[in-house]
């Protein structure tokens, strides 16, 4: 193939023995001019309800063939989803798609918003604007188109068999590319928020005790000592109690 050209998002564009030819989604033969016959455009619709993603080939300016992939949903993705609704957790569905495709995919893992036919560049804009109504943003993602993104959120989460970029960009990666240990990781952060907070706490009665104690006289420094040992010492039982935290398959 010569004059070789990558349309990021699109497809792609060369020349075959003399011959114009052109692989590519819906959007890319807009722009350039096809024209899709209504069979074609029917059996384009019916793949893409399918939840499907259909490629178009052209030659010197003629649809000459149609590719359909799509990715295998995983076993575990549709109640990895409903985990996060019960936990409060706004799921989003952040894909470079048509819409149809991503509608069909979005109702077969219950997910209610969509996102769709995203430019690989525009994934990070998409997550700064959410930032910006006030949302803590999670990414997941396994692409290179995936990593500005995953950079950009306020956690990224790389699946442990995606793109290398995407796992050297991502804040925690999912080793056994389990979908479920999102969930996993969100009960892990938030029950470590709780100790911390615990740990905050006990150490302000300490503090709020002892000091005034010691103040007027009243302490001797010897058990001063012993209090703020024992002080660091609940916060070192409580924080290693996270060692034997789990999230048990019914908590799922």
Request: aromatic content about 4%; hydrophobic content about 50%; overall charge positive.
């Amino acid at each position: 193939m010569k004059q070789f050209q990558a349309i990021p998002g699109h497809g792609i564009r060369g020349e075959i023995n003399g011959d114009r030819v052109i692989l590519g989604n819906r959007r890319l033969f807009h722009q350039q001019h096809y024209v899709l016959n209504p069979s074609a455009e029917d059996e384009l619709s019916r793949l893409e309800s399918d939840g499907k993603t259909a490629m178009l080939v052209g030659r010197n300016g003629v649809v000459v063939g149609m590719v359909a992939v799509a990715d295998t949903l995983k076993p575990e993705a549709k109640e990895a989803i409903a985990s996060l609704s019960r936990e409060k957790v706004q799921v989003i569905l952040l894909t470079g798609d048509n819409q149809r495709t991503a509608d069909a995919i979005a109702r077969q893992l219950g997910i209610k918003q969509v996102i769709a036919e995203v430019l690989p560049g525009d994934k990070a804009q998409v997550v700064k604007d959410l930032q910006k109504r006030g949302e803590v943003v999670a990414m997941v993602g396994d692409g290179v188109n995936d990593a500005p993104a995953l950079a950009t959120a306020d956690i990224g989460i790389a699946i442990g068999s995606g793109a290398d970029v995407a796992k050297e960009t991502g804040g925690i990666i999912l080793v056994k590319n389990d979908v479920r240990d999102v969930v996993a990781a969100i009960r892990l952060s938030r029950a470590t928020m709780v100790k911390i907070k615990q740990n905050l706490f006990w150490a302000f009665i300490y503090n709020a005790i002892g000091l005034p104690i010691a103040a007027l006289g009243f302490l001797n420094p010897i058990i001063a000592a012993a209090a703020m040992a024992l002080s660091s010492l609940s916060v070192i039982v409580n924080s290693s109690l996270l060692k034997g935290f789990k999230v048990k398959p019914s908590m799922i």
